[in-house]
T-cell receptor, first 114, second 109 residues
């Protein structure tokens, strides 16, 4: 596609349910990132993939959060047993893969846990 | 751990005036990004600065990087209303980018 595509755009879930957020990066982009952005704040790093390999997951808040990119393209961020504090905008981004390349962000998935 | 500080956090400007947003970072960062975000929208890449002394310009916006001072600036020349947005800088020594809190810019007639 022309840009980074994320789905669903909006998700309301009950506390304790699992949610899966999907990211389809720009075609051919090797690097894929997940960030979380709270209202009025800058994005906060969660995890990063190079092809299918998860290179850095240091930003995942706890073990309820996981991410995968099994074929080096589409990625899924899964949050198990959601809590209200998980409510935020989750943004995916991708880049061609070289240091200093432009990193393109998607429109985000807005998660509300009730 | 890298920390990125932007100032000011809020900036109200008059049209046709010039102003500068500052981005300080705490440890070595081998690249510095500037993004623009409109309300309810995604982040739009403005500039990527990779080396000391790098300067890039696009329209009324000019960004520069001083790695020795650990400082990047975003200079706005002759502001116009459609520059109203939140501007973020971000740096990192690895693939993990650390963002500042953003500068909310409002350009008034």
């Amino acid at each position: 596609g022309a840009g980074v595509s994320q789905s669903p755009r909006y998700k309301v879930t009950k506390r304790g349910q699992d949610v899966a957020l999907r990211c389809d990066p720009i075609s051919g982009h090797v690097s894929l990132y997940w960030y979380r952005q709270a209202l009025g704040q800058g994005p906060e790093f969660l995890t990063y993939f190079n092809y299918e390999a998860q290179q850095d997951k240091s930003g995942l808040p706890n073990d309820r959060f996981s991410a995968e990119r099994p074929e080096g393209s589409i990625s899924t961020l899964t949050i198990q047993r959601t809590e209200q504090r998980d409510s935020a905008m989750y943004r995916c981004a991708s880049s061609i893969g070289g240091r200093g390349d432009t990193i393109y962000f998607g429109e985000g998935s807005w998660l509300t846990v009730v | 751990e890298l920390k990125v500080e932007q100032n000011p956090l809020f900036l109200s400007m008059q049209e046709e005036k010039n102003y500068t947003i500052y981005c300080n970072y705490s440890t070595t960062s081998d690249r510095l990004y500037w993004y623009r975000q409109d309300p309810g929208k995604s982040l739009e890449s403005l500039f990527v600065l990779l080396s000391n002394g790098a300067v890039k310009q696009e329209g009324r916006l000019m960004a520069s990087l001083d790695t020795k001072a650990r400082l990047s600036t975003l200079h706005i020349t002759a502001a116009v209303h459609d520059l109203s947005a939140t501007y973020f800088c971000a740096g990192g020594g690895s693939e993990k980018l650390v963002f500042g809190k953003g500068t909310k810019l409002t350009v008034n007639p």
